[in-house]
């Protein structure tokens, strides 16, 4: 079974960037026919999408963050990763990544973004 490891969050000020990484633990191309989402989870809130990227690489975003978040994918490494740019408090979160539009049932752990002055 495929696990997704979210790594890269952390405590940055309103404005700030950080760039999560996603990497999903299999031997062989798996990621490379896949559409694979950025979903995040505020605190008492139901976890969203944020973003995707198809195999092809066309991408879409939600508005909240659309000019400010950057996905990509590094299919022959089994990585997908999300540049966050001028962040603010609003996208305080826990971020995971998982297949669209069907996520599988093994969300990982996620990765904990704060942003805070």
């Known amino acids: 079974q495929v696990q997704l490891v979210e790594s890269g969050g952390g405590l940055v000020q309103p404005g700030g960037s950080l760039r999560l990484s996603c990497a999903a633990s299999v031997n062989t191309f798996w990621l490379k026919t896949k559409t694979m989402g950025w979903y995040r989870q505020a605190p008492g809130k139901e976890r969203k999408l944020v973003t995707y990227i198809t195999p092809g690489g066309a991408t879409h975003y939600v508005d909240s963050v659309k000019g400010r978040f950057t996905i990509s994918r590094e299919d022959a490494k089994n990585m997908v990763y999300l540049q966050m740019n001028s962040l603010k408090p609003e996208d305080t979160a826990v971020y995971y990544c998982?297949?669209?539009?069907?996520?599988?049932?093994?969300w990982g752990k996620g990765t904990l973004v704060t942003v805070s002055s």
């Open positions: 998982n297949t669209h539009p069907l996520a599988m049932s093994n």
